[in-house]
């Protein structure tokens, strides 16, 4: 894909050679000639790169090919998905079990694979080697699921989404009730899952099914590996969730909202729309946040949690201070 191609198709300026032929996309320290890169910082870099990207106020005199964009990462981020296209999977291996009810138009299914009585998997999708998918699953078009997945009953999983290897989709919530012998019976986990389109599950993630209801996961969700979602948790849309965090049951996480690692959200907590939570920050029972950025244990708005931090970094002046002051006070 020459330079000049590159620039027209993310509506850029480009300065310099417009004939480069760039065959894939690199670090600004990694790349080598024929490449392309981003730089969002500072004007004075080096690179071996053939081409670019910086932002639209870049002024510098570097040797090299620039398309200027006002979102160099995101516009690096469109043209490699063009220069570095995934590359579907064609085939039905001879070890996968398809139940005779099941009606499935996959375009490749692994080793492995076994599928349930009922379950519909529409064209263009993709389950790879070990994936079981249960009884009445539903998957939409273009999904692809990586490997060891675990798609348990009645669960319901939409078009383009991408789920990857050992996660598993439906299992049990965690919800018990201690009977007069003082033994926990298990609450009916008899509910389900949906989740909608454009959703990216990481790695050995757990999303549970709902107790009676469903748990939800909104279009265009994004969620990292090692991540827990308990029974009749709603997740909306386009919510960012980092790797190791952790949601009770019944939560509501609403649009927009981001959640960095290991942040624990006890059950029947509300998260607002545009919502921020730091990492290893923990959100008790029944809270309700808003918008803004917000940190700590238990979570606060940022700047009451940086007030507070500071104060305990000083505690141990104070104390010196108090034990002078006495010392001053009985001489």
Known sequence: MKTKDIAEFLSAELVGDPGIEIVGVASLDGAEPGELSFSSGPADFVTNASAVIVPNSFDSSVHVTLIKAANPKLAFTRISSLLHPYKSLKGWSETADVAAKANVAAS?????????????????????????????????????????????????????????AGTVIGSDGFGYVKDDKGEHLQFPQIGSVVIEDNVEIGANCCIDRGSLGETRIGGGTKIDNLVHIAHN?????????????????????????????????????????????????????????????????????????????????????????????????KE
């Open 233 to 329: 948790v709603q997740i909306g849309k386009r919510v960012l969730i980092a790797g190791q965090s952790g949601i009770a049951g019944s939560s509501v996480i609403e649009d927009d909202v981001v959640i960095a690692g290991q942040v624990g959200i006890s059950d029947h907590v509300t998260i607002k729309a545009g919502a921020i939570i730091g990492a290893k920050s923990a959100v008790f029972p029944n809270k309700i946040v808003r918008s803004g950025f917000w940190s700590g244990i238990p979570v606060q708005r940022i700047e009451e949690y940086t007030k507070q931090t500071v104060l305990v970094r000083n505690l141990k002046k104070l104390q010196d201070d108090v034990a002078e002051l006495k010392r001053s006070i």
């Open 108 to 164: 490749f299914i692994g080793t492995n694979v076994s599928i349930g009585d009922g379950a519909q998997i529409t064209e263009g999708c993709e389950l790879h080697a070990g994936v079981r998918i249960g009884l009445n699953v539903s998957i939409g078009k273009g999904t692809i699921i990586y490997p060891n997945c675990v798609i348990y009953d009645g669960a319901k999983i939409g078009s383009n989404c991408v789920i990857h």
